[in-house]
């Protein structure tokens, strides 16, 4: 017996004409029903938690990393009522981070004027009032706290030292931590002391303002 080469297309023939005359005959039920079922599964997007954690999104959850910040967890627990410490963090946290650019073409910050106007924000920012849930809170009373005041930003400090910044020339900024340090992997970038040199003097004169963040900003004096 001899089978013909035609044979799976002949039976797709078949199976495809009936599917075709059923839903000819009976229109209502492939217009009607996948409407419903449409409507029945878009309502699982009220459930749909977001996740915009970067954290979670792109780091491994058993990671080296999450366990050793565990131990120093454990043993160095951040205050952020009483002795808060930016540098010790460990977590990104629900921080307000502001970036501040200059609006008048001049990319130098390092000005008088400018730094009276960080100041106005800061004044802004610490006289701010949320409300949640139908309650005001002020800044005062959801702040990180060191010495029991809100922890400030020590760079902000450099506006007593801005006119120095102006009158001397070139600038330039150094880092105590050798470059071969910088290159290596061990990540000691963000403990390094910057220090802004200008040519007031023959031999340069340097100012101590912070040190860099994990997260790789100024962050202390």
């Known amino acids: 017996m001899r089978f013909s080469v035609t044979i799976v297309d002949d039976f797709l023939n078949r199976a495809f004409f009936k599917v075709g005359l059923f839903v000819g005959r009976h229109p209502g039920y492939f217009v009607i029903v996948p409407l419903l079922l449409a409507c029945i599964c878009i309502t699982g997007y009220q459930r749909i938690n977001y996740e915009i954690d970067p954290e979670y999104l792109f780091s491994p959850v058993n990671g080296p990393a999450k366990y050793e910040r565990a131990v120093v ?30 609006n008048d073409g001049n990319e130098n910050m390092l000005r008088g004027e400018v730094w009276k106007e960080l100041r106005l924000l800061d004044e802004i920012i610490r006289n701010a009032t949320a409300v949640y849930n139908g309650e005001s809170f002020t800044y005062e009373q959801v702040c990180a706290r060191y010495k029991d005041e809100c922890s400030s930003n020590n760079i902000l400090n450099l506006d007593q030292i801005m006119d120095n910044f102006q009158g001397c020339g ?22 390094s002391t910057l220090l802004w040199r200008n040519n007031c003097q023959s031999g340069g004169l340097y100012h101590s303002v912070g040190a860099l963040c994990p997260a790789g900003v100024l962050c202390g004096g």
């Not at 967890?73 to 930016?86: A, C, G, K, L, T």
């Not at 330039?172 to 963000?190: F, P």
Request: hydrophobic letters at 35%.
């Open 170 to 191: 070139d600038w330039s900024i150094e880092s105590n931590v050798s470059s071969d340090v910088q290159s290596s992997h061990l990540g000691l970038t963000h403990i």
């Open 73 to 102: 967890e454990q043993h160095f627990r951040v205050n952020y009522s009483h002795d808060f410490d930016v540098t010790r963090i460990t977590r990104a946290g629900r921080f307000g981070h502001v970036i501040v650019v200059s």
